[in-house]
């Protein structure tokens, strides 16, 4: 079936610091893909999502591309934010079914 | 416009009890889906409710039950809890069935189980 691997965390950085947590799936056909982020406390909230191979999902500084020659959707931000301390999920959707990762904790310091 | 909305938040339970958990859904929502959060497998559908039908249902044992009321407001039910329960529970809401891309979550309710 189909499933989604996410780097393992928990991943701590400074602020300013480059973001890259990397999501590969394992799918058949054409999945949407997404980035779900969990502030403590709260629940899951929609990051970005791309639905086609070659599209870049953005927002709150956040980017990933869907790349379908390495089936991956690797989240990247540029200078993070100790307000960006999560949990980050990759997901994809596929004829109805929703597959998540087991997340990522990041936590960034001052 | 409230959000979801999860009760109890937190919850202790212990092994062979059942528990009952309730979500009320953003107004005008009529889709509640439930997911279980674990650390080690982190988020996993449980099933979605859809006009008060069960539409569409995860990999879990019969233990795990639900509904949805006329006001789409839905309860998860577990029996003969055990250790492994032990979990966030979360519930979505979306307008239409199946719009998994358009849900919107809850604040979730820790269940511990001793």
């Known amino acids: 079936g189909d499933s989604v691997t996410q780097m393992e965390g928990p991943v701590t950085l400074s602020e300013e610091a480059f973001l890259t947590i990397n999501c590969t799936y394992t799918?058949?056909?054409?999945?949407?893909l997404f980035w779900y982020v969990q502030y403590p406390g709260e629940g899951l909230q929609l990051l970005l999502k791309?639905?086609?191979?070659?599209d870049k999902g953005s927002n709150k500084g956040f980017e990933a591309t869907y790349r379908k020659e390495t089936t991956s959707f690797h989240l990247e931000k540029g200078s993070v934010q100790v307000s960006d301390s999560a949990v980050y999920f990759c997901?994809?959707?596929?004829?109805?079914?929703?597959?998540f990762g087991a997340g990522t904790r990041l936590t960034v310091k001052p | 416009k409230a959000g979801v909305t999860q009760t109890p938040r937190y919850l202790i339970k212990t092994r062979g009890q059942q528990v009952t958990l309730s979500c009320s859904p953003i107004?005008?929502?009529?889709?509640v889906s439930w997911y279980q959060q674990t650390p080690g497998q982190g988020l996993q559908f449980l099933f979605e409710?859809?006009?008060?039908?069960?539409?569409n249902k995860g990999n879990f044992p019969g233990r795990f039950s639900g509904r949805q009321f006329s006001n789409s407001r839905s309860e998860m039910n577990v029996s003969t809890l055990e250790l492994g329960d032990s979990a966030l529970y979360l519930c979505?809401?979306?307008?239409?069935?199946?719009?998994?891309?358009?849900?919107?979550f809850g604040p979730g309710t820790r269940l511990t189980v001793l």
């Open positions: 979505a809401s979306s307008s239409q069935m199946g719009a998994y891309n358009e849900q919107f």
């Open positions: 799918a058949t056909g054409y999945p949407s």
């Open positions: 791309a639905t086609k191979a070659d």
């Open positions: 997901a994809l959707l596929n004829n109805n079914d929703m597959r």
């Open positions: 107004s005008g929502h009529r889709s």
């Open positions: 409710y859809f006009s008060e039908t069960q539409r």
